[in-house]
T-cell receptor, first 115, second 109 residues
Framework: DAMVIQNPRYQVTQFGKPVTLSCSQT?????MYWYQQKSSQAPKLLFH???????NEADTPDNFQSRRPNTSFCFLDIRSPGLGDAAMYLC??????????????FGPGTRLLVL | GQQVMQIPQYQHVQEGEDFTTYCNSS?????IQWYKQRPGGHPVFLIQ?????EVKKQKRLTFQFGEAKKNSSLHITATQTTDVGTYFC?????????FGTGTRLQVFP
């Protein structure tokens, strides 16, 4: 089945220790998104890639970086995690605007705990 | 910037009661999407509305898009415990979605 996969599902890291979260998709979608979601809040968009074009949200801290080496994979790097970065990180994909299908398909998420 | 608000923030109902969540955008939308997120889960797409005044039904769920394409509602008839979760509306902004603040539904048996 075509899907969005995130690894790992749970990640524990230490304060200040870099961590990388991964996302892969078999949907062949043009756009891949990274969201941060904290308890009882809506997903907050960090950045997204339209093909190879990177689009950063204005309020995304520099501590968060992303890479998309190919269509299928996208990575979220947190260079120096702080306690406030503990959250669920959601990856999503879509075909993109003008395609007639702007629906976003979400992966199961990675829950990050910072000690 | 574009904002999408939902009310109420929380709703507790007895099983069998109806439930409605309202979504309001600060700007006119080309379409509105609705997602459901179960506790501990991820958002799952429910439906997309495109036309002004459009009404769509999915079993006990009725979705409506306002005439001005700035508001929308989701109504659930005779709630069941399986309806528990947070319901988000979302409106497109270029190649991204602006999510509403969400309405968390709790259903008591």
């Amino acid at each position: 089945d075509a899907m969005v996969i995130q690894n790992p599902r749970y990640q524990v890291t230490q304060f200040g220790k870099p961590v990388t979260l991964s996302c892969s998709q078999t949907l062949n979608h043009n756009v891949m998104y990274w969201y941060q979601q904290k308890s009882s809040q809506a997903p907050k968009l960090l950045f997204h890639y339209y093909d190879k074009d990177f689009n950063n949200e204005a309020d995304t801290p520099d501590n968060f970086q992303s890479r998309r080496p190919n269509t299928s994979f996208c990575f979220l790097d947190i260079r120096s995690p702080g306690l406030g970065d503990a959250a669920m990180y959601l990856c999503a994909t879509s075909r993109g605007p003008g395609t007639g299908e702007e629906t976003q398909y979400f992966g199961p998420g990675t829950r990050l705990l910072v000690l | 910037g574009q904002q999408v608000m939902q009310i109420p923030q929380y709703q507790h109902v007895q099983e069998g009661e109806d439930f409605t969540t309202y979504c309001n955008s600060s700007t006119t939308l080309s379409n509105i999407q609705w997602y459901k997120q179960r506790p501990g889960g991820h958002p799952v797409f429910l439906i997309q509305l495109v036309k002004s005044g459009e009404v769509k039904k999915q079993k006990r769920l009725t979705f409506q898009f306002g005439e001005a394409k700035k508001n929308s509602s989701l109504h659930i008839t005779a709630t069941q415990t399986t309806d528990v979760g947070t319901y988000f509306c979302a409106g497109p902004n270029t190649d991204k979605l602006i999510f509403g603040t969400g309405t968390r539904l709790q259903v008591f048996p």
